[in-house]
């Protein structure tokens, strides 16, 4: 499966991306009403204020052949103080669209990801996942990622949601 890194015209496939991933995965976890606003137009807007960024993260679409993105990551340096952003990682953003789970597209872009981390010299990496999605947790356990005891309730839509922080090693 083609792996390349996304351009600002990239934007709107990306946004629809997000949005059909957000709404197969969350259900049941994030209130239906707030999945089913998700605008895709709000979306493509704010990702294309995000690929063209000066400062933009490094996003990877994943495409089916003669196809467009069917699924994407973004990473950057790890945003808060608690870990080293210059060599650290955040994987802030993994998602595919429902069609291609299990199909090993998410395992193929996770590793070009990690791969991608790791030119760019980072040295370790970490991610949030929600508490109750047991099927993204089982991804990235698979993948070598690993809890490591740090959680954080955060709030969408009236609704508290337990997120776990999951880290991983990097390796030259």
Same mark, same amino acid.
């Given at each position: &499966?083609?792996?390349?890194?996304?351009?600002?015209?990239?934007?709107?496939?990306?946004? #629809?991306?997000?949005?059909?991933?957000? /709404? +197969? *995965?969350?259900?049941?976890?994030?209130?239906?009403?707030?999945?089913?606003?998700?605008?895709?137009?709000?979306?493509?807007?704010?990702? !294309?204020?995000?690929?063209?960024?000066?400062?933009?993260?490094?996003?990877? $679409? #994943?495409?089916?052949?003669?196809?467009?993105? $069917?699924?994407?990551?973004?990473?950057?340096?790890?945003?808060?103080?608690?870990?080293?952003?210059?060599?650290? *990682?955040?994987?802030? +953003?993994?998602? #595919?669209?429902?069609?291609?789970?299990? %199909?090993? $597209?998410? %395992?193929?872009?996770?590793?070009?990801?990690?791969?991608? &981390?790791?030119?760019?010299? @980072? %040295?370790?990496?970490?991610?949030?996942?929600?508490?109750?999605?047991?099927? +993204? %947790?089982?991804? =990235?356990? *698979? +993948?070598?990622?690993?809890?490591?005891?740090?959680? $954080?309730?955060?709030?969408?839509?009236? /609704? &508290?949601?337990?997120?776990? /922080? =999951? !880290? &991983?090693?990097? @390796?030259?």
């Amino acid at each position: &499966m083609p792996i390349r890194e996304a351009a600002p015209s990239d934007a709107a496939a990306v946004a #629809a991306v997000h949005i059909r991933s957000w /709404r +197969a *995965a969350y259900r049941g976890l994030v209130p239906d009403a707030y999945l089913d606003s998700l605008d895709v137009g709000e979306r493509t807007d704010a990702w !294309r204020g995000r690929l063209s960024a000066s400062d933009a993260p490094t996003v990877l $679409v #994943a495409e089916e052949e003669g196809g467009g993105p $069917v699924a994407f990551s973004c990473f950057r340096p790890w945003p808060d103080g608690e870990s080293d952003a210059a060599v650290t *990682a955040e994987l802030s +953003a993994l998602y #595919a669209v429902p069609e291609v789970w299990g %199909r090993g $597209v998410g %395992r193929e872009l996770l590793a070009a990801t990690v791969a991608a &981390m790791t030119t760019a010299d @980072f %040295r370790e990496a970490g991610l949030w996942v929600l508490e109750g999605n047991s099927r +993204a %947790r089982a991804f =990235y356990e *698979a +993948a070598g990622w690993r809890p490591d005891g740090t959680s $954080v309730t955060e709030e969408t839509a009236g /609704r &508290m949601l337990p997120e776990l /922080r =999951y !880290r &991983m090693a990097l @390796f030259r």
